[in-house]
């Protein structure tokens, strides 16, 4: 069974710019996370989809992240513009129906100088 | 959000030797996790913990769900160097929406041939 992919693994961007980062989570789990994982730091959930629904995105910084997840299996999250603190590893999962049993992606590590 | 507090933050030890690392928080948690990070990879689920009191094996791995529901343990019996890595706590709240769960600092371990 394949994993969760996610692309790029890497990206280095300059402050004020805009970056997206692609998903596609395990076939048939309807259950899609976004996590922020700062150096040093546990994962911290930013956003989490229902097949194409938002169920919880109340520590996603809206003002400059926004997520969406067309047709229930891919999902993008877009950072615009971004900022120094934005510099993490950000991490996809996806889940079959218990949502304790997440799978995770390798990640996108994202430099913002 | 939600504090779970890991300790301790890291560990150096003989290949061999058992390992304890533990989690807790000011908050009652209905689910307890505990995942493994490699470097450049998502966590890894390795237990997870649904009932107070619940002791649960995956191998070498045995880990507990504290009586007050605010804590959890972690050990590793006979460690070996592909223990190397950082251990991770996840706990989900009571109550709880959108079944989020919080993630610790972590533990990082390392194992010395």
């Known amino acids: 069974e394949a994993g969760v992919a996610q692309s790029p693994r890497y990206k280095i961007i300059e402050k004020r710019q805009s970056v997206a980062f692609w998903c596609n989570p395990i076939?048939?789990?309807?259950?899609l996370y976004w996590y922020q994982q700062i150096l040093g730091q546990g994962p911290k959930l930013l956003i989490q989809?229902?097949?194409?629904?938002?169920?919880?995105d109340s520590q996603l910084p809206k003002d400059r992240f926004s997520a969406e997840r067309l047709k229930g299996v891919d999902s993008t999250l877009k950072i615009q513009p971004a900022k120094l603190e934005d510099s993490a590893v950000y991490l996809c999962?996806?889940?079959?129906?218990?949502?304790?049993?997440?799978?995770f992606g390798p990640g996108t590590r994202l430099t913002v100088l | 959000g939600q504090q779970l507090n890991q300790s301790p933050q890291s560990m150096f030890i003989q290949e061999g030797e058992d390992v304890s690392m533990n989690c807790t928080s000011s908050?009652?948690?209905?689910?307890w996790l505990w995942y493994k990070q490699d470097p450049g990879e998502g966590p890894v689920l390795l237990i997870a913990?649904?009932?107070?009191?619940e002791l649960t094996s995956n191998g070498r791995l045995t880990a507990q769900f504290g009586i007050t529901r605010k804590d959890s343990f972690l050990n590793i019996s006979a460690s070996i160097p592909s223990d190397v890595g950082i251990y991770f706590c996840?706990?989900?709240?009571?109550?709880?929406?959108?079944?989020?769960?919080?993630f610790g600092t972590g533990t990082s371990l390392t194992v010395i041939p």
């Open positions: 908050s009652i948690f209905n689910t």
């Open positions: 996840a706990g989900q709240l009571i109550p709880s929406t959108g079944n989020q769960f919080y």
């Open positions: 989809f229902q097949n194409n629904g938002v169920v919880d």
């Open positions: 999962a996806s889940s079959l129906s218990r949502p304790n049993e997440q799978f």
């Open positions: 913990l649904y009932k107070a009191g």
């Open positions: 076939s048939g789990h309807a259950t």
